[in-house]
């Protein structure tokens, strides 16, 4: 097995022997980036590395067959920055470059973007959603156009340009790239924000991932709806398809989604009969899944439902619940629910003017002419963890006059969209770390 080292030209041959190189310290100098060889390490042995690192040596994990990760690696090695590789669970890696301020004691600014995406309907598409095919509008087609590879590529040229000019800033910004936010990010984000080596890298202001806006203005989402997966279980009498059978898992299961659904309506309702409310702001219930029944003519003796919900962050969850546990006793006897997801962190990131990062944000977007429309992410994205443990992050993609397509055939962005998105971050990066050391801060 090959490893290399960064942009330096060291090579082993086994993880072990990384290991050895690495605890015999003599044999590094402090200006020789070193590998951390986190692929076979147990977390307890990742702690002493740890220290490694932040005794100024860079770390670096190279063993990764992964397209995205051998892509990351030959960006960093243009941009010179060095890269760390944390193999969270097994084959999930996140990967992050630093770009270090000249005063890395300060709080740093996280650009997060994950490198999966979701798969594609091949014979739907105008185009192979692989190829990145672009039209005679500029528009380039491809799967991740939207969601996310034109933040991942934005970020890193706005650093390519800011670097190229020689510019420096106070903060330290790290671009972390994390493996699997379309399918949760449970064992991505979720894990690594726990992670001695998420913590090493002292975040102070996160941004994300956001949607497009199909007007003139740029959406920023401050907070996301908690989502909420539950089935409901429905036991009843079975027995004869001919007969009147008391106590019928159906009609249980009859009166639970009526529950649901009434309740649907009346968020509906309230969505559309609002000028101020977006998706964001009400409870979605949709009803994605049901099982139940053998043959036609036997009374089954439990029929299931599932529903989808979220849950916007200003709804009380206990009151939700309460509703939930009344409607399943409304239904009838036994009847019970469990989850399969059930999201209960309600923080939302500050929008006000007085708030530094916000204050940069908001500020920078201003000067560009943009303007932003501020809402709460009505799906997941991977911002829940960061706000989770009490970070700051803004979920922003810079795409106006862009029809939100992602998930969706024939997922497209403008090429001019997308360069001007770079200049955005050419301005954000700047002043997001030169915000000057605050109260607390060093
Ligand atoms: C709850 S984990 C699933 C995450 C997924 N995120 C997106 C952006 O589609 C969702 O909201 O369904
Ligand atoms: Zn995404
Ligand atoms: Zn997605």
New binding site residues.
């Given amino acids: 097995m090959l490893y290399s080292v960064g942009h330096s030209c060291f090579h082993y041959h086994t993880v072990s022997d990384v290991s050895q190189t690495l605890l015999s310290k003599a044999t590094y100098k402090r200006k020789t980036p070193a590998i951390l060889a986190f692929t076979s390490k147990t977390w307890e042995e990742l702690g002493t590395l740890n220290q490694l690192a932040t005794n100024g040596y860079q770390a670096l994990a190279l063993d990764l067959p992964d397209a995205a990760l051998k892509f990351l690696d030959r960006m960093a090695s243009e941009l010179g920055l060095p890269v760390v590789k944390v193999e969270v669970c097994p084959g999930r890696v996140v990967a992050i470059m630093t770009w270090m301020g000249t005063n890395p004691g300060l709080k740093s600014i996280l650009l997060n973007s994950h490198t999966d995406v ?1 798969p594609v309907y091949k014979e739907h598409w105008k185009y192979d959603p692989f190829a990145a095919f672009k039209d005679a509008d500029g528009n380039i087609y491809a799967r991740g156009t939207q ?1 996310m590879k034109c933040v991942t590529i934005q970020y890193i040229e706005a650093i390519r340009r800011l670097k190229a000019k020689g510019q420096t800033f106070a903060r330290t910004t790290h671009l972390m790239f994390v493996p699997d ?6 064992k991505g984000m979720e894990m690594f924000i726990n992670h001695p080596e998420f913590k090493n890298l002292n975040v102070g202001f996160a941004l994300d ?1 956001g949607l497009a806006n199909p007007g003139e203005a740029f959406t920023v989402f401050y907070g996301e709806r908690n ?1 909420w ?1 539950l089935t409901v279980r429905c036991p009843g009498s079975p027995g004869h398809g001919s007969r009147f059978v008391e106590n019928t898992a159906a009609e249980k299961l009859r009166s639970v989604i009526n529950s649901f659904l009434d309740f649907r309506e009346k968020e509906k309702h309230r969505l559309n009969t609002s000028e101020c409310f977006t998706l964001g702001d009400v409870t979605t219930v949709n009803m994605t899944m049901l099982n139940g029944g053998v043959a036609y003519n036997v009374i089954p003796a439990e029929m299931d439902v599932s529903f ?1 919900m ?1 849950i916007p962050p200003a709804v009380n969850l206990q009151e939700f619940e309460e509703q939930i546990k009344r409607w399943c006793r409304e239904a009838g006897e036994d009847v019970t629910y469990e989850f399969a ?1 059930k ?1 209960m962190n309600q923080t939302v990131t500050s929008t006000d003017e007085s708030d530094p990062w916000w204050h940069a944000f908001s500020c920078t977007c201003k000067s560009l002419n943009m303007t932003l429309k501020k809402e709460i ?5 991977d911002s829940r963890f960061i706000r989770a443990v009490g970070l700051p992050a803004i979920g922003f993609s810079p795409m106006n006059h862009t029809p939100i397509l ?2 969706d055939h024939n997922e497209y962005l403008n090429e001019q969209v997308f360069l001007r998105g770079i200049q955005v971050y050419e301005k954000l990066v700047p002043a997001l770390a030169s915000i000057p050391p605050q109260p607390g801060e060093e």
């Fill in positions: 979701v969601d936010e379309e399918v949760g990010g449970h991932e989502p997966w989808d979220r997801q999201h992410f009505p799906a997941a994205t992602l998930h």
